[in-house]
């Protein structure tokens, strides 16, 4: 510490000394004054709020494994607790330890700090439960779930879990009505498994199984063709994309079919169960822009020089079939 402030000392005197140097010949005592006022305002003022610990190397060095992270985390939360994501962070911290229960109790802090988080709260919840010796959700858990879908009745992961909870506790048509909104919000692919969850539950409970969903509208119908000129091109493995995206977007897809390039010509109607991203629907959109796309590998990802046709721009919903031609242009 006497080093420290020596050090401090002799850099102010020199840095003042440079500042005040046009006052010396003319107000010595006032450039004398000044400086050693300056002086004293910097060393009290880091008295106050300075930290000369963090110039130790061996202070700032980083942790070397995730035992001395855990720690230092340990002794910054134990300084300041009132930090939501840090008991957050510690608690994955201890999952990866495979430290459950000492998991739980971080993520509980977290969500005691932030009643309003329903992502902490359901985490908090799931914690509990993977902290059970039989992976149960304890009624502690339940109420942090509950209080999840307050904040954000559409949280999914908070509304899936109070699901398996009640269906732990035998509560199978409540399962099965917890459940049933997600059918809205997952794309067609999850809902499918998700449905046959939900009639399970309401077969426990004996209940009829749900309706079957009503085939979607299809939005565009498009015929796609190939230049006969680059047949010669197409590998066995060869797929067709027909993708919709909007203008000028994300080039995430917000319809997409994929087809065998051995079926060109062919004609594909898209609608809502070709949608990639649950929260953006074909029939969200007022415009799409129409591409269809040959990969000659069969992955979506068809590289920059694949066979391609011009993307053609259409406003929903379109009156009739859209022409894309697959040509080297």
Do not use: C
């Not at 009640?166 to 997952?186: D, F, I, S, Y």
């Amino acid at each position: 510490m006497a080093a420290f402030f020596a050090i401090a000392a002799l850099l102010g005197i020199v840095v003042f000394a440079l500042m005040l140097r046009p006052l010396w010949k003319d107000a010595r005592a006032v450039a004398l004054g000044v400086g050693a006022l300056a002086l004293l305002s910097v060393g009290l003022l880091y008295r106050l709020v300075g930290t000369p610990q963090a110039l130790d190397p061996a202070a700032v060095r980083g942790p070397q494994t995730l035992s001395e992270a855990i720690t230092q985390l340990e002794a910054a939360l134990r300084d300041n607790p009132n930090q939501p994501e840090g008991w957050a962070l510690l608690a994955q911290a201890w999952q990866r330890e495979n430290q459950p229960a000492k998991a739980r109790d971080a993520l509980g802090k977290a969500a005691a700090l932030a009643p309003d988080n329903p992502d902490l709260l359901t985490e908090a919840a799931q914690a509990r439960a993977l902290a059970d010796p039989e992976r149960r959700f304890d009624a502690q858990a339940i109420a942090l779930l509950q209080a999840a879908l307050q904040v954000n009745p559409a949280h999914q992961r908070a509304r899936w879990f109070l699901g398996v909870s009640q269906r732990q506790a035998g509560k199978n048509a409540e399962a099965a009505a917890t459940w049933a909104p997600l059918l809205a919000q997952v794309d067609a692919r999850i809902a499918g498994s998700l449905r046959e969850k939900i009639n399970l539950a309401r077969s426990d409970a004996s209940l009829s199984p749900l309706p079957e969903p009503a085939a979607p509208t299809p939005l565009l119908t498009v015929d796609v063709s190939l230049d006969p000129a680059l047949a010669a091109k197409l590998a066995p493995g060869a797929s067709v994309f027909v993708i919709a995206r909007q203008p000028g977007g994300s080039p995430i897809p917000v319809a997409a079919q994929r087809h065998p390039a051995v079926s060109l010509p062919f004609t594909a109607s898209l609608s809502d169960a070709d949608s990639p991203m649950p929260n953006l629907k074909l029939s969200q959109v007022g415009e799409v822009e129409l591409l269809a796309k040959i990969s000659l590998d069969g992955s979506a990802n068809a590289g920059p020089n694949a066979l391609e046709s011009r993307p053609v721009r259409i406003r929903l919903p379109a009156t009739g079939p859209v022409r894309l031609v697959i040509d080297a242009h």
